[in-house]
Structure formats: structure tokens, C-alpha cells
């Protein structure tokens, strides 16, 4: 039977397979490996923040409104079942990845077909590097995903319907109280005046359709800061922006133009790396344009195929990747290959190319706006692009598809659609094997996570190194075993480990659990500390001795203040072993 006639055979499977199979990976997918990893720093200050921030009398408002809904969803998922546990939140917030997968598979395959979706939404899955428990991050991207294909849904539903504008706007606004920064993704509006160039569309209904979309922003925005205002009060919200906008004094890396120049950076590493594929591209078209060639496309077909795998094994001996799947290096590059050649797709669809339609167009604007704002925000590099690609990795795959057909019998374009599928193929494998892997910040140098921390009821059914799970249990039976065990003392964690405070059920002496960040301000820390005089009132202290905290800048005069603070207040020092040391009140 020809290869044909086997993909005509399993095509009757592809109609339940999309229906039923497909939905079901992507929902379960973004839980395996939920028990992977204890790190008690990015994670785990979510988890603290949605445990003791915004209660009654507690500081801390500019983080806690900055991502209010965030926190507040998070806050509720606590109360759940299994809220009380790392492993059942991980579990909780792991579907926000797939309800924002899920969303986009069945919207999508208005026109794109369902296996298609499927392929790039397993990408997108597979490369969400993030602990799915930081849900300002996940809850942006649910928003921002949801907001993109109502816009693709108002323009390309014949007849109109203005309830997708709206939607649309809805989605947007709520998006800004769930990250402030967010408030950049309003640009996405603007993509509906590209799509009345396309459509011929007048000028007066186009502002109407813009007016439906702020509409819906301000409504979706304003419906949350009423309940804002209900909850904490009608000034609490906007008192956050200017404290907000001051972190930057002492938080350099969250700067426009630190975020910018990281972003640049990313792209000028990632395209030496591209441009390395452009020649290979290149003799491709010589190789296919041979009189040999032409009569034995095979042989050349086989010829560069091999050639590319060179390239890649090129790659691998340069560090462009490597094999330690529990570190996300390993699918870093591919990922920002995969996003350089999404690029070049949007810009050759936005200019009319190979038929597209307007709603292809649109798209492509719309991930091209994606692209660029995605990064705004973070001072994570070009990270949050490759942890959010639910609407860009299935419309890229769409484009290299439609490209291809449009070329359909010309040998030379085989040159540059296997040399595009093969970086697919490599960053589905790769993807694949990171997600199975990974873990944020354990075992990141390749130690398998084979361990767990005992006697820690939060941190039940999950597994870490031994050293890490050995440095816990210790100092879980310091805590518990020193004459304030069990008692209600506050909590001072210094040294990347706010996650000591969820850990042991202690609320932060201070306005934050993680006191080491340069957007907590030395001044804020030295004020906080001047308060906590009264005998009965003196926290616990507990000091993590990670090297990392020489990243932060302001670190070093904190811990000059807290030595200080430990020497005036009659604290007892017990070294509890070479990760942790105890200090408690006499």
C-alpha cells in the first residue's frame, strides 16, 4: 500500500482523535510532574503572597494590588481541598495552563485543522518553563489568549457580531488587575484598524468596533476595581502606582529600558544562530536546481537531509542546546528559532503573500504585537515569549503549511520547509523532554529529585534532591523541636527563601516574604524593623545561605540591619547546618 493510501486509512481515526484524545492531552499534559521540585524562592513566594498578603491588617498592599487578581485567585484556591499542600496547588494552577490551551484548540480550528492546533499547543504546553503556581503569569496569559481570538472571532464572524469587540476589551481590561503591566496589551486594539485596511472596512464603523473593544476594557477593568474598592477600600488600587512605578529606584532591572535591551539581546543571540540556517537554506536551492538532482529527487532529498543534521549536531558541539533536560537551556534557542522564523511568517502573511485571508492576516498581526509586548513587564529576558506561545506556535505551523501548499511541486522549496519542519521536530523533542524533566530551580544541574522532605505536612507527596530534602527535614526538626515551635511567632526569611513562610505556616514580620528583592527597598526594611521592639513580638528568624543572594544589590546592607536587629533583641543562634541557620528569641 503507498503512503498515500496508510494516510487516507488512519485519516477515519483524526475526526475522535481531535474530538476526544487531543482536548484530553492538552488538559492533562501541564499536571505531569506536578509533584517535581521544591524551590523555595519564585514559587513558592506566590504561594506565600496568595497565603498572608492582603489579610486583614497585613502590609505588603503595593505587590498585593499590583496583582490583585492574581492573589485573590489564589487566595481561593487555598481554601480548596488540597489548597493546603504544594502539591495540590501545583495541581490547581497547572490548569490554567490547559484551560488556556484547551481555549485555544477550539477556537482556532475555525481555521486552522484540529491536529495542527493540537501540535502547537503541545508546544506551547511543553515550553511553559514557569511554575504554573505564579498565577499573575498564567492568569495574564489566559486573559491575553482569550482576548486575541475574540478579536479574531469579531472579525472574521460573518454577520458581524459585537459582542466579540466587546469580549474581546473584557478580557483585556481584567487582564491589567491580574498584572498591572499588563495595561501594554491594550495595543492589541489597535490591530483592528489593520484588519480595516485588509477588509476595506470604513472608517466610521472601525472607530465603532474600537469604542465596542475600550468599551468592554473599561468594563472589564473597572467590574474588578469595584470589587476592589469594596474589599479594601475605594483608594486601595491606585495608592499602588506610585509606590509601584518608585520600586524602580532601587529595581534597575524592571526599567523600559532594561527590558528592552535584555529582549534585544535575546533576539541578537538567538539570530547568530538562525542566520547559520539561511546559507544551508540557500545551497539547498543549488543542490535542487542540479540536472541530477531534478531526474533523482530522492538522492538529493536524502543528501540534504543529512545535511541538516550535521547542522544540528554543529549546533550541540557549540552549546546551542544541550542533553540536561532538567535545565531549560536545553530548549531555550529553539524556542527563539521557532519565534525568529514566526516572525518572518507574520510579516510575509501581513503583506498579502500566498492568498492569505484577512483573518490570516489578522492573526499574524496580532501575534507580531504579541511578540513584542510579551516581554514588557518582566526582567526575565525574552522567558515570558516562550512561556506564552497558545496563539503563535499553532498559527506559525499554520503559515509553514500554507507557504508549502502554495509552492506545491516546485523542488525547491523542499530546501527551506524541511530545513523549517526539522527545527519543529527539534523543538517538539526537545520541548517534550523538558517538560518531563524540569522542575524551576531544583535539580536544575541534572540531580535527579528522588527524595522527600519528612515531617513537613505543606510539602507531602513531593519530591526535591536529597540535599535539599535532607536541609528541610533539618531544619522542619529544628523549628518544631525548639521551645518556640509552637508557637505563633512571625517570620523573617533572609536569603531567597520566602517560601519558608507557607512551608511552616508563619506569617512574614514584614510587608514581603522575600525581604532579599531590590524592589523591597533597604529604607522600607530598616523602617519595618525599627517596629518589631516589643519583646512579645520578636519574630523568628530564619537565614538561607544561597550564594545567589549576591545578585541583589541591596542585600548586603540588609543583612547588616538584621545582624544589627539580632545583636540589640537577645536572640539564640543555632546553625542548623550549612543551608540554614535559626535564630529565636530568648
Known amino acids: 500500500m503507498s503512503v498515500s493510501g496508510i494516510v487516507q486509512k488512519l485519516k477515519i481515526f483524526q475526526r475522535p482523535a481531535e474530538r476526544f484524545i487531543m482536548p484530553l492531552i492538552l488538559l492533562l499534559w501541564p499536571l505531569f510532574a506536578s509533584n517535581q521540585g521544591i524551590n523555595i524562592a519564585d514559587g ?9 498578603l492582603g ?10 494590588f499590583a496583582t490583585f487578581l492574581s492573589n485573590l485567585w489564589g487566595k481561593f484556591l487555598t481554601g480548596l481541598p488540597g489548597g493546603g499542600t504544594m502539591l495540590g496547588m501545583n495541581i490547581m494552577t497547572a490548569l490554567t495552563v490547559s484551560a488556556t490551551a484547551l481555549v485555544s484548540y477550539y477556537l482556532l480550528r475555525r481555521l486552522i485543522p484540529g491536529w495542527m492546533v493540537f501540535i502547537g499547543e503541545f508546544i506551547a504546553e511543553c515550553l511553559c518553563w514557569c511554575p504554573a503556581n505564579i498565577l499573575y503569569n498564567y492568569l495574564t496569559y489566559f486573559f491575553l489568549t482569550l482576548g486575541v481570538l475574540f478579536l479574531f472571532l469579531a472579525v472574521t464572524s460573518v454577520p458581524e457580531k459585537k459582542r466579540w469587540f466587546i469580549l474581546a476589551g473584557v478580557c483585556l481590561g481584567v487582564n491589567v488587575t491580574v498584572r498591572f503591566s499588563n495595561i501594554a496589551e491594550a495595543a492589541l486594539i489597535l490591530t483592528l484598524w489593520l484588519a480595516a485596511v485588509w477588509t476595506h472596512t470604513g472608517l466610521a464603523k472601525t472607530i465603532k468596533q474600537t469604542l465596542l473593544c475600550i468599551l468592554g476594557y473599561i468594563t472589564g477593568f473597572g467590574a474588578v476595581l469595584v470589587m476592589c474598592a ?12 506610585p509606590q509601584l512605578f518608585g520600586m524602580t529606584s ?8 532594561s527590558m528592552i535591551s535584555d529582549t534585544l539581546s535575546a533576539y541578537a543571540h538567538s539570530l547568530r544562530w538562525f542566520l547559520i540556517l539561511i546559507p ?3 545551497m539547498g536551492f543549488f543542490l535542487f536546481s542540479m540536472p541530477l538532482v531534478k531526474k533523482k529527487p530522492l538522492i538529493g532529498k536524502t543528501i540534504y537531509i543529512a545535511g541538516i543534521l550535521v547542522v544540528f549536531r554543529f549546533f550541540f558541539s557549540r552549546g546551542m542546546f544541550t542533553v540536561n533536560y532538567q535545565d531549560y537551556w536545553c530548549m531555550f534557542q529553539w524556542a527563539m528559532l521557532f519565534v525568529i522564523m514566526a516572525i518572518i511568517e507574520c510579516v510575509i502573511c501581513m503583506a498579502g503573500a500566498a492568498a492569505s485571508d484577512p483573518g490570516e492576516r489578522f492573526l499574524a498581526a496580532a501575534c507580531l504585537i504579541l511578540i513584542l509586548i510579551l516581554p514588557l513587564g518582566s526582567n526575565n529576558y525574552t522567558f515570558p515569549l516562550v ?21 506545491r511541486g516546485k523542488l525547491t522549496g523542499f530546501a527551506w520547509s524541511s530545513m523549517a519542519v526539522a527545527l519543529v521536530l527539534a523543538l517538539v523533542v526537545q520541548g517534550k523532554l523538558f517538560h518531563m524533566n524540569f522542575a524551576f530551580g531544583d535539580g536544575t544541574d541534572g540531580t535527579k529529585r528522588t527524595a522527600s522532605a519528612l515531617g513537613i505536612s505543606y510539602l507531602k507527596g513531593m519530591k526535591t534532591t536529597p540535599e535539599n530534602a535532607q536541609s528541610l527535614t533539618e531544619l522542619g526538626e529544628s523549628i518544631h523541636g525548639n521551645k518556640c515551635g509552637t508557637c505563633s511567632l512571625k517570620l523573617i526569611a533572609m536569603g531567597n527563601a520566602p517560601g519558608l513562610n507557607v512551608i511552616f505556616d508563619r506569617e512574614p514580620a514584614l510587608s514581603t516574604t522575600w525581604p532579599d528583592l531590590d524592589s523591597y527597598s533597604t529604607e522600607s526594611f530598616s523602617t519595618e524593623l525599627g517596629t518589631l521592639t516589643d519583646p512579645d513580638d520578636r519574630p523568628l528568624i530564619i537565614i538561607h545561605n544561597d550564594s545567589t543572594v549576591n545578585d541583589f544589590a541591596t542585600t548586603a546592607d540588609k543583612r547588616k540591619l538584621l545582624r544589627d536587629y539580632i545583636a540589640a533583641n537577645d536572640y539564640t543562634e543555632l546553625e542548623v547546618n550549612a543551608a540554614y541557620i535559626v535564630y529565636t528569641p530568648e
Open 44 to 52: 513558592m513566594y506566590s504561594l506565600g503572597n496568595y497565603k498572608f
Open 55 to 64: 489579610n486583614a491588617g497585613s502590609a505588603g498592599s503595593t505587590w498585593f
Open 230 to 241: 469594596v474589599m479594601y477600600g475605594g483608594t486601595a488600587y491606585f495608592a499602588m502606582i
Open 250 to 257: 532601587s529595581a534597575s532591572d524592571y526599567t523600559l529600558v
Open 280 to 282: 544551508c537554506i540557500i
Open 387 to 407: 512561556n506564552c506561545l497558545f496563539v503563535i506556535a499553532p498559527f506559525a505551523l499554520w503559515m509553514l503549511r500554507r507557504f508549502r501548499v502554495h509552492e
